[in-house]
């Protein structure tokens, strides 16, 4: 099953609003999550790592005053476009680091937003 | 700036043939992931690979990373239409943060 969800899964909005999208770890707690932006036939590409209990740290070229992330609590981080336009339609995807009985991180991925900006 | 190039970009195959995409970095990464992903959906993991030299198979599917930590590949044999998809590698650089590697869109022709 699903162990980090997005919410929610595609949202369609008029240029100059703002949208606001959460991305839950489902049943660990992540201090750190990561925001990724993709474009059509392209790859994720990071946007800025979000840090519990401190500000997000932001990507080169990536506007944090546009971008605002807000991680509240250990299973929750939020990103915020604001004055949405065209060309911020994208499709965002969050992804949540779990340590394994290995050592190694995993990556858990949700499954994605689609924004559509009008 | 991407660290992690991957290549070739695009590939259509026939079924049964065999391909290879690579995924290298100027840095030494500690893990490096693969991943395959579908339209409209997040990435899904394949495999992990942590030491330098080694080599996962997973089915029709070979990773290597190589010696160095800084490459690794992906194999698959007698490919088939249901491999078609984004394959991503993707792993933490010194600095703790997650990155892609630029993404190869296969396609494979029944």
């Known amino acids: 099953g699903a162990v980090v969800s997005q919410h929610p899964s595609w949202v369609i909005c008029k240029s100059g609003t703002s949208v606001k999208i959460e991305c839950r770890s489902l049943?660990?707690?992540?201090?750190?999550m990561f925001w990724y932006r993709q474009f059509p036939k392209q790859s994720l590409m990071l946007m800025a790592t979000?840090?519990?209990?401190?500000?997000?740290?932001?990507e080169q070229g990536v506007e944090k005053d546009k971008f605002l992330i807000n991680h509240a609590s250990l299973t929750l981080s939020t990103l915020t476009v604001t004055s949405a336009h065209p060309e911020d339609s994208s499709f965002y995807i969050c992804s949540a680091p779990r340590e394994l009985a290995e050592s190694t991180d995993t990556q858990y991925f949700g499954p994605g937003t689609r924004l559509t900006v009008l | 700036t991407q660290l992690l190039e991957q290549s070739p970009q695009f590939l259509s195959i026939q079924e049964g043939e065999n391909l290879t995409v690579y995924c290298n970095s100027s840095s030494v990464f500690s893990s490096l992931q693969w991943y395959r992903q579908e339209p409209g959906e997040g990435p899904v993991l394949l495999v992990t690979?942590?030491?330098?030299?080694e080599v996962k198979k997973l089915k029709r599917l070979t990773f290597q990373f190589g010696d160095a930590r800084k490459d690794s590949s992906l194999h698959i044999t007698a490919a088939q239409p249901g491999d078609t998809g984004l394959y991503l590698c993707?792993?933490?650089?010194?600095?703790?943060?997650?990155?892609f590697g630029t993404g190869t869109r296969l396609k494979v022709l029944a």
């Open positions: 690979v942590v030491t330098g030299g």
């Open positions: 993707a792993g933490p650089p010194p600095a703790y943060k997650y990155i």
């Open positions: 979000s840090n519990e209990g401190s500000k997000a740290t932001y």
């Open positions: 049943d660990f707690q992540a201090t750190t």
